[in-house]
């Protein structure tokens, strides 16, 4: 049985019906991130579920996964924190405030923190070099960004999500 | 004749040059080309990887090689490649040396050994344990076991050659 | 006819078709311009950057369109600002390409310079070293130094099997996709993708079993660089050492070309063994492709079970004897007996056919081929007419595939027919279930197990034709050509040799017999099933039967009690069995005589394609002691007879043969080594262009000419043959054919044991749940005499009632037929 589409029936049909009956690999892309929204990441079902759903080799779907970088093919923490460091935002101590926020957090950048809630990440022009350093929290299905940082309101951001996490599993328990 | 004789004179106070061979034995040159030795390194790894490229230099067609895989459990030298045959045949070898220059890992080496002799057409195929130098001191014999991931490169970064 | 177009590259000018690629051009006049990522059989993709030359065209006025010329009256040539790689860009009129300027050397040397900035320095371990097209140019055109530092290069895995049978090193990989395009566009078989960009760039496979492609060693041929290697000759020997000797692969009828690449080891007590198999480029049978199969299935030649000795029985056992006792054994048994049945199977040559058929008819005996399949008199009257080629098929061609898989039966001919589809043949294909050419069929038709004739009289003239097949029907008459490819699925002997009438009266009818790309096409159980029928050689109905009825029976090359408990049963009733053969087999355990044969890899012969192309192949490795090719050992055995049989050798045989049969007149084994220039050039001194398949010397073959038909094709009588019911508790058994099964000549491979055909039966779920059976459960299957015990496999394509399954598997089934089905409880199949 196919997984994915028994977890998400009606999005499945609506991606397909976007696309022509005869090219249902179009409906690729769109089904990654549907298949990723769960989890945060897609996991070798996922590839398998998707590949019968377009008709199309596993290893096709599993190539364009590895191709885009927004697809991710193990867990990472639930929130990606995204600093650029590209060169306007460099400038302004872009690379610094990454060191230092990878030191404070204490994990290097491209790892993920022990209670699986953060990512640290390093991006290419998020679009806003003039109020560097601005880094962006991807996760829960948003995007926030946070410009003119220093590490302390970093941290700080980065608390209070760790709060809020804490809280709502402690609702849940 | 005067002058002859005084040679003779003078000679027969000279040292002697003959040595009492095989008591006592001449030491080579340095680059002296002898009989092969097959290298290791310090842990007993060999350093040859049957390349096959030595056979492939020899012009006297005296080498012969084949090769087959490492694994970790079953290591005889780095890389993934191994020989698992190695042979030369004396009688054919001119000891040119083009062996050793065209060996990537510096694994075959003539050696100092001048001593070859044999009564039977056989007794020239020297195999590769006959080959092979002894293990040295703190390493282990091939094959053996290593830790995965180690070994990964066949050919070692080297330095030009001194000398 | 395409224009063509006159350019001039380095000073040389040149003639080719429009559309042409300009790195094409220059390979027609010798230019070697580099290349990595392009490969004449495939669309260019422009990755590499290695083929930048300098390009010039024509000035052209804008407003009169007329070529600007210059004071001495020639075209003023405008070259582009940049370079522009010559495997992208088509020729054009007039164009002037320059390939020895000092800009493009520096093109070169800094492209190389940048692709191997993270190849390891591997060449001495590396199974491409001294092939390898990467070596090749960076010592033609490279830097002598990189300004790269050593430390920056990447180290990645180097053993990274994709499948078990093809090992990837990741550092080596230079991303030119050829191999990821080969399995795409060529193979269809999209199992190997790119994962990650840049860099971190890999090949990875998901499928299951990994690299799940019956073509993939072909990408090793391909791979510009060491990246891919076969597991058969990983470390195996360096290619400088490797001797090479023609042949053709004898495991089904295309008849690939081979070459043997040999070398001495001491395994074989300083002997020559095969390393490996490569392609050997034939346009006009195999191009510059070979299966898996036909890559890694040659290990029965060197097992070491082989036959060494002639043996005959004492008892229950067996004894050693000589050749000359054995003779004269041979020759006493069939002196005095009355009736002779000589049982051959497609795997022997034409000679040792030949010598056999002789032998045969000297003695009034019954010359019977070992097979399922019929038809092979009508191939040879209505047959490919010489000069026919899939290649050159395109949309003024119908192809109709009936009753066949071909992707597992005749691998490079499924590779062929869908490339002329893709080309705009017109194909039609009637199977009962999907099969892997469907996706390229402009119809696919259906019809139920047992129908196949009927299906195909639709394609009569006048036939009464069904809603569902007239589209096809008219396309298929529209066409200018046709071709009708006819296989064994599901069929035996009757219905095959219906379906050949059926398909022989359709062509007849077309009136095109006899025409380039016209003809009628088996798909043989074996390689050189259509030689034995020029040779003489017919199945007969009722096997069993004729055997327990003669005295003498001769087999070579064919294993019936292997293959059928019904068959070894008659041989035991047969008076005195001599087997010719390579092993020890069921048959030949059966056997009062066992006499030892040489594998063809150790002798010289011809053999006959489908096509009914006769090719030549060539002795790669020395005979082992006391072994005996086929046709010697007729020859042998007819001495003994005082016959005159020539036994000296396959050439002096051939000779004979020509004389006798009328197919063969007029041949000589030096036609047959005749090469006429081919292209794409492939396999000369440039690796880089074609891969590592071999240039063919040593012969493409002869076509043979189609024979008058002795009469008409009757149609409509095998319509009438008993149509097959399954009772209660019965189902039917439908013969279908697998590219790797269990036969004697695939099983020594050991590196193949994992994709065998498994002895399975593939029902339908409701079939299944009606037996109370679960998929993976044992059944025992039985018919009159014979049981045999298989695990149930589900499909759902499988009409109801039916069973599918694999010849050569130890389930004996010639011919659909109904069988008994049980379900064995789990306790009783251990």
């Known amino acids: ?173 | 004749m005067i002058k002859g004789l005084l040679t003779t004179l003078r000679e027969m106070f000279q040292q002697p040059v003959t040595i009492q061979y095989p008591e006592v034995k001449r030491p080579v040159r340095t680059r002296f080309k002898g009989r092969h030795v097959l290298k290791r390194y310090e842990n007993g790894l060999e350093k040859c990887i049957g390349c096959s490229l030595c056979a492939a230099a020899c012009p006297a067609d005296a080498i012969f090689v084949e090769s087959a895989e490492n694994t970790d459990e079953e290591r005889y030298s780095p890389g993934e490649r191994y020989a698992s045959t190695y042979e030369i045949n004396m009688l054919r070898c001119i000891f040119c040396g083009f062996c050793e220059d065209a060996c990537p890992t510096e694994a075959i080496v003539l050696g100092d050994n001048y001593e070859l002799s044999f009564t039977d057409r056989h007794q020239s195929i020297y195999t590769k344990d006959m080959l092979l130098e002894p293990v040295p001191p703190g390493g282990k014999p091939t094959p053996q076991n290593t830790e995965p991931g180690k070994y990964t490169r066949s050919v070692p970064v080297m330095q030009d050659p001194q000398d | ?830």
């Open chain 3, 1 to 830: 006819m395409t224009k063509l177009v006159t350019l001039t590259i380095d000073d040389q000018p040149v003639s080719v078709p429009a559309g042409t690629l300009v790195v094409d051009a220059a390979k027609q006049i010798g230019n070697d311009i580099p290349v990595f990522c392009y490969h004449p059989k495939m669309e260019p993709v422009g990755m590499c950057r290695m083929c930048l030359v300098e390009i010039g065209r024509p000035m052209v006025d804008r407003g009169t369109g007329e070529v600007l010329l210059d004071e001495n009256g020639k075209p003023r040539i405008q070259f582009g600002p940049k370079l522009e790689t010559a495997c992208t860009t088509p020729v054009s009129e007039g164009m002037v390409v320059r390939t020895q300027t000092k800009v493009v050397a520096d093109a070169r040397r800094e492209v190389l310079e940048f692709i191997l900035t993270s190849h390891p320095l591997d060449c001495p371990i590396c199974d491409k070293g001294g092939e390898c097209p990467l070596q090749n140019l960076t010592m033609g055109f490279g830097p002598g130094q990189s300004r790269f530092l050593y430390d920056d290069k990447i180290h990645l895995a180097k053993h990274v099997p994709l499948g078990e049978l093809i090992y990837l090193d990741r550092e080596r990989c230079i991303q030119c996709a050829r191999c990821v395009r080969f399995q795409d566009v060529i193979a269809d078989d999209p199992v190997i993708g790119f994962y990650n960009r840049g860099r971190r760039l890999e090949i990875v496979t998901y499928s299951e079993p990994g690299f799940d492609s019956i073509f993939s060693g072909n990408t090793t041929d391909i791979c510009p660089v060491g990246a891919l290697t076969t597991a058969d000759f990983r470390f195996g020997a360096r290619p400088w050492e490797l001797k090479s000797s023609a042949s053709i692969c004898t495991h089904c009828p295309v008849g690939c070309n081979l070459t043997f690449n040999t070398r001495r080891e001491a395994r074989a007590g300083g002997n020559p063994v095969i390393k490996r198999v490569m392609p050997r480029q034939n346009e006009q049978v195999n191009e510059i492709w070979i299966c898996d199969k036909g890559r890694f299935a040659y290990h029965y030649t060197e097992s070491p079970q082989r036959l060494t000795q002639p043996l005959v029985r004492r008892g229950d056992g067996f004894e050693e004897i000589s050749w000359e006792e054995a003779y004269q054994l041979a020759a006493q048994k069939i002196r005095a007996s009355q009736n002779l049945l000589t049982l051959t199977g497609g795997r022997l040559s034409n000679e040792d056919l030949f010598n056999l058929r002789e032998l045969t008819l000297a003695r009034n005996g019954q010359a019977v081929l070992y097979s399922d399949m019929a038809g092979g008199d009508l191939t040879a009257s209505y047959g490919l007419a010489p000069g026919s080629n899939f290649g050159s098929m395109g949309k003024e061609t119908a192809i109709l595939v009936v009753a066949s898989d071909l992707h597992e039966e005749a691998p490079v001919w499924w590779l062929r027919i869908k490339a002329a589809a893709q080309r705009g043949a017109r194909l039609i294909v009637l199977n009962p279930r999907s099969t892997r050419l469907d996706k390229f069929a402009t119809h696919t038709l259906r019809y139920a197990y047992g129908e196949e004739s009927q299906a195909l009289a639709t394609f009569l003239p006048g036939a009464a034709v069904p809603e569902a097949y007239q589209a096809a029907v008219q396309e298929f008459h529209s066409a200018e050509n046709a071709v009708i490819v006819y296989g064994s699925e599901g069929a035996g002997l009757a219905a095959s040799q219906g379906l050949a009438q059926t398909a022989a009266a359709i062509l007849a009818a077309r009136g095109k017999v006899g025409q380039v790309n016209n003809g009628l096409l088996a798909v043989w159980q074996r390689a050189n099933d259509q030689g034995a029928w020029d040779a003489g050689f017919r199945p007969v109905e009722d096997l069993p039967a004729a055997l327990r009825n003669v005295e003498v029976a001769l087999i070579a090359a064919a294993d019936p009690a292997g293959d059928d408990p019904l068959l070894a049963q008659a041989l035991e009733e047969t008076g005195f069995v001599i087997v010719q053969e390579l092993f020890m087999t069921e048959t030949a355990r059966r056997a009062d005589l066992v006499l030892p044969v040489q594998a063809f890899t150790e002798r010289e012969g011809t053999l006959t394609s489908g096509e009914r192309r006769v090719q030549r192949f060539y002795p790669a490795l020395p005979p082992r002691p006391q072994t005996r090719p086929d046709f010697a050992v007729a020859a042998g055995i007819g001495k003994a007879l005082g016959l005159d049989l020539e036994g000296r050798a396959a050439s002096l045989v051939f000779l004979r043969l020509v004389k006798t049969l009328p197919a063969y007149a007029g041949l000589t084994y030096t036609q047959l080594a005749e090469v006429t220039p081919q292209y794409p050039i492939i396999g000369r001194s440039d690796l880089y262009y074609g891969g590592t398949a071999y240039d063919n010397h040593q012969g493409l073959g002869v076509q043979l000419p189609l024979l008058p038909a002795a009469r008409p094709v009757a149609v409509g009588q095998s319509q009438t043959a008993a149509s097959v019911t399954a009772g209660e508790g019965e189902i039917l058994l439908v013969p279908v054919t697998r590219l790797y099964d269990r036969g004697n000549t695939v099983l020594p491979s050991a590196l193949l044991h994992q994709r065998l055909a498994g002895k399975t039966i593939r029902l339908h779920p409701q079939t299944a749940a009606a037996f109370g059976l679960n998929a993976g459960e044992t059944l025992r299957l039985s018919r009159d005499g014979w049981s045999a015990e298989a695990q149930v496999e589900l499909d759902e394509e499988v009409p109801l009632k039916m069973a599918l399954a694999v010849r050569s598997t130890g389930i004996p089934c010639s011919a659909l037929s109904a069988v008994r089905l049980e379900r064995l409880t789990v306790a009783s199949a251990d």
């Open chain 1, 1 to 173: 049985m196919n997984a994915l589409r028994a977890q998400y029936p009606e999005e499945v049909e609506r991606i397909l019906a976007k696309y022509p009956a005869e090219r249902k690999r179009s409906a690729v892309m769109p089904l990654l991130y549907l298949a990723q929204r769960a989890e945060g990441y897609i996991r070798a079902q996922d590839l398998r579920d998707i590949a019968e759903i377009c008709e199309i080799s596993i290893t096709d779907v599993a190539s364009i996964v590895g191709f885009y970088t927004l697809y991710y093919d193990q867990p990472l923490g639930r929130y990606h924190i995204q600093v650029c460091t590209d060169l306007p935002c460099a400038l302004r101590g872009a690379e610094d405030f990454l060191r230092q926020l990878s030191e404070k957090l204490g994990i290097g950048v491209g790892e993920t923190t022990p209670d699986g809630l953060f990512h640290l990440e390093e991006v290419k022009c998020i679009g806003a070099c003039h109020r560097a350093p601005v880094f962006q929290v991807q996760g829960d299905g948003e995007i926030v960004f946070h410009e003119n940082q220093t590490v302390e309101t970093a941290l700080a951001v980065i608390e209070a999500l760790r709060e809020q996490a804490r809280a709502a599993k402690g609702e849940q328990a």
